[in-house]
């Protein structure tokens, strides 16, 4: 057999192999890549104070919200800091935090496309309501429910 | 027994007698009736407390949240609220029941329509301060943010207002109530009373939710 007649049967054994190849990356080319799913990601950090009557009281780690807390309500002029929780979640994800009568719940829903961006969340207070909000980066809230003859305060400031 | 046991076992009965008592409404032949369980019955005093609690709570907020109408809020009986089913306020009037609206009170409420306790009751004062008031007839209220937005643009002053579309909007109202799901109780939002300061939602529990609680840990 020449050295001619070999490389034709090589040749035509290649071919067939070069076809499917190009076949496999056409397809490859017009199939749309996959979307990488974009976690989002956004950070709760909660304080819980008590709220009593009594001789005016601001505990020291709670200088930021002083003037806040000192205006909420005339009767209540005590305030402690019982702790503080930083909660990081993912889209969807929930984490809790214990009060003293339940647990709070707090829910990611992922961001807003609004052009302020906005974290949405859902809060549920124990055994009583349910609120979705949308909070800008650094925006704050305090959730305020009445325990027998205190308060029990939630402020929660809204990160990225 | 647990204070909040203790509370779960007075009757309904007795507990409408209280607030029968505790809005002013208790006939005068009843009188004895109410001071007498009050005298023997320590749940009845418990959930008295609580009802004399709530009561000087919301006044105290509906004071402090209203200054400019301090007087006016002053004089009012927190009875005059009581015993209603409380509505949704046509658009048309919604500014109607004060002679004044207000400028400065961003003061919103979602307040249970049936079942109302004590404290939803006086709810109904501090909302019909700003003269908005929701309210469904089902036991749980649910306001999609559409409707809350569309509601909310004739008070002045609410955080709930639509959202703005400038740049620094979010500095001036960094927060938005989308929606509010209410299973007893009831809500009331202050936006801040600054710029960067706090949005405040005061979260309400009727007798009911009180008692199931579960205590006070």
Same mark, same amino acid.
């Given at each position: 057999m020449s050295a001619m007649m070999c490389k034709k049967q090589l040749v035509r054994a290649l071919v067939p192999a070069v076809l499917l190849l190009a076949a496999?990356? !056409?397809?490859?080319?017009?199939?749309?890549?996959?979307?990488?799913?974009?976690v989002e990601r956004a950070s709760f950090e909660v304080?819980?104070? !008590?709220?009593?009557?009594?001789?005016?009281?601001? /505990?020291?780690?709670l200088a930021d919200l002083e003037r806040e807390l000192r205006s909420l309500h005339r009767d209540y002029a005590r305030f402690a800091l019982l702790k503080t929780d930083t909660q990081s979640l993912t889209t969807g994800a929930r984490g809790a935090v214990r009060l003293p009568n339940g647990d709070l719940i707090i829910q990611f829903l992922g961001l807003s496309a609004d052009k302020v961006q906005r974290v949405r969340h859902r809060v549920e207070m124990p055994g009583m309501n349910a609120t979705v909000r949308a909070v800008?980066?650094?925006?704050?809230?305090?959730?305020? @429910?009445?325990?027998? /003859?205190r308060l029990v305060i939630v402020a929660t400031t809204v990160k990225r | 027994m647990s204070d909040t046991r203790t509370?779960?076992?007075?009757? /309904?009965?007795?507990? =409408?007698? $209280?607030? $029968?008592?505790?809005?002013? =409404?208790?006939?005068?032949?009843r009188l004895a009736q109410v001071q007498q369980l009050l005298a023997e019955s320590r749940a009845?005093?418990?959930?008295?407390?609580?009802?004399?609690?709530?009561? *000087? @709570? $919301?006044?105290?907020?509906?004071? !402090?949240?209203?200054?400019?109408a301090q007087a006016k809020l002053a004089r009012t009986d927190l009875s005059l609220v009581a015993g209603q089913i409380m509505r949704k306020l046509p658009d048309d009037q919604a500014l109607h029941p004060v002679a004044e609206p207000p400028t400065d009170l961003g003061l919103i409420a979602w307040i249970q329509g049936l079942g109302l306790g004590k404290v939803g009751f006086a709810m109904g004062l501090a909302a019909a301060a700003v003269a908005f008031m929701v309210a469904r007839a089902g036991p749980v209220v649910d306001a999609p943010a559409a409707d809350v937005?569309? *509601?909310?643009?004739?008070?002045?002053?609410?955080? @709930?207002?639509?959202?703005c579309q400038g740049d620094g909007?979010?500095?001036e109202n960094p927060v938005f109530i989308e929606e509010m799901d209410i299973e007893s109780g009831g809500v009331m939002v202050h936006p801040p009373r600054e710029q960067g300061g706090s949005t405040i939602i005061w979260h309400f529990q009727d007798n009911s939710a009180t008692q199931g609680a579960g205590g006070e840990g």
């Amino acid at each position: 057999m020449s050295a001619m007649m070999c490389k034709k049967q090589l040749v035509r054994a290649l071919v067939p192999a070069v076809l499917l190849l190009a076949a496999v990356a !056409e397809v490859a080319a017009q199939t749309p890549p996959v979307p990488t799913q974009v976690v989002e990601r956004a950070s709760f950090e909660v304080r819980v104070i !008590e709220a009593t009557k009594g001789a005016p009281m601001v /505990d020291p780690k709670l200088a930021d919200l002083e003037r806040e807390l000192r205006s909420l309500h005339r009767d209540y002029a005590r305030f402690a800091l019982l702790k503080t929780d930083t909660q990081s979640l993912t889209t969807g994800a929930r984490g809790a935090v214990r009060l003293p009568n339940g647990d709070l719940i707090i829910q990611f829903l992922g961001l807003s496309a609004d052009k302020v961006q906005r974290v949405r969340h859902r809060v549920e207070m124990p055994g009583m309501n349910a609120t979705v909000r949308a909070v800008a980066p650094g925006g704050r809230t305090l959730d305020v @429910l009445q325990l027998g /003859d205190r308060l029990v305060i939630v402020a929660t400031t809204v990160k990225r | 027994m647990s204070d909040t046991r203790t509370k779960m076992t007075l009757p /309904d009965a007795d507990f =409408e007698l $209280l607030m $029968l008592h505790a809005d002013g =409404e208790l006939p005068a032949d009843r009188l004895a009736q109410v001071q007498q369980l009050l005298a023997e019955s320590r749940a009845a005093q418990a959930v008295w407390q609580d009802m004399q609690l709530g009561r *000087e @709570l $919301l006044r105290g907020i509906a004071l !402090e949240a209203a200054a400019p109408a301090q007087a006016k809020l002053a004089r009012t009986d927190l009875s005059l609220v009581a015993g209603q089913i409380m509505r949704k306020l046509p658009d048309d009037q919604a500014l109607h029941p004060v002679a004044e609206p207000p400028t400065d009170l961003g003061l919103i409420a979602w307040i249970q329509g049936l079942g109302l306790g004590k404290v939803g009751f006086a709810m109904g004062l501090a909302a019909a301060a700003v003269a908005f008031m929701v309210a469904r007839a089902g036991p749980v209220v649910d306001a999609p943010a559409a409707d809350v937005q569309t *509601e909310i643009a004739a008070v002045p002053g609410t955080n @709930l207002a639509p959202p703005c579309q400038g740049d620094g909007c979010a500095d001036e109202n960094p927060v938005f109530i989308e929606e509010m799901d209410i299973e007893s109780g009831g809500v009331m939002v202050h936006p801040p009373r600054e710029q960067g300061g706090s949005t405040i939602i005061w979260h309400f529990q009727d007798n009911s939710a009180t008692q199931g609680a579960g205590g006070e840990g």
